[in-house]
C-alpha cells in the first residue's frame, strides 16, 4: 500500500478491526519514512466488476468513491454522522451489485441514490435531486419539493 503522503511503498499495518457493520476491513497503516505518518486504510469485498454506462453511451469502471462523495456533498452539515453514511454508501453499493447486472446505467445509479436518500433524509434528497434532475430554475425546485410527501405536524 503506498503512503498518501510520500508515496513510500513500505508501510506496515498497526492495527485491523472490522468495521461496525462487518462488510469492511478498517486498517490503520504506518509509513516506513523518516516522517512516520499514519492513515486508515479500508478492504471491501467486490462481488463483481462493474461498468457505469455514461447518458453519452461511454463506459467506464464503476467508482465508488465518486458515489460516496455525492452523496457526502448532498449530506453535509446534516445531523447524520459518518459511520452512518458509510453504512448508507455500502448498503447502496451492495444493492447495485446485487442487481445481477455487469453493466449499470448512470439513471439507474441516480435512482438507486434517490430512494435512499428520499428515506434518510429529505434535504439531502432535494439536494441530490438539483444535480442529479439538473434543476435549472427554482421553479424547478418548487415543482420537485410540491411533489414531495412530506409529513406536516397537526
Known amino acids: 500500500m503506498l503512503c498518501p503522503f510520500c508515496k513510500e511503498k513500505d508501510t506496515s499495518v498497526v492495527d485491523s478491526r472490522p468495521t461496525e457493520d462487518g462488510t469492511a476491513i478498517r486498517r490503520r497503516r504506518l509509513c516506513g519514512c523518516e516522517r512516520k505518518e499514519r492513515f486508515t486504510t479500508f478492504e471491501r469485498v467486490q462481488f463483481q466488476e462493474l461498468t457505469v454506462i455514461k447518458g453519452s ?6 467508482d465508488r468513491d465518486k458515489i460516496s462523495k455525492s452523496i457526502r456533498i448532498a449530506l453535509r452539515k446534516r445531523p447524520i454522522d459518518s459511520d452512518s ?5 455500502s448498503k447502496l453499493v451492495r444493492n ?5 447486472e ?24 432535494v439536494r441530490f435531486a438539483s444535480v442529479y434532475k439538473n434543476f435549472k430554475e427554482a421553479k424547478d425546485f418548487e415543482q420537485f419539493v410540491g411533489n414531495l410527501n ?3 405536524a397537526d
Open 85 to 89: 453514511i458509510e453504512k448508507f454508501i
Open 102 to 125: 455487469s453493466e449499470i446505467p448512470t439513471s439507474t445509479i441516480g435512482k438507486v441514490i434517490m430512494e435512499g436518500l428520499s428515506a434518510l433524509d429529505q434535504v439531502a434528497y
Open 96 to 100: 447495485l451489485e446485487g442487481l445481477g
Open 57 to 62: 453511451g461511454k463506459r467506464a469502471p464503476f
Open 150 to 152: 412530506v409529513y406536516k
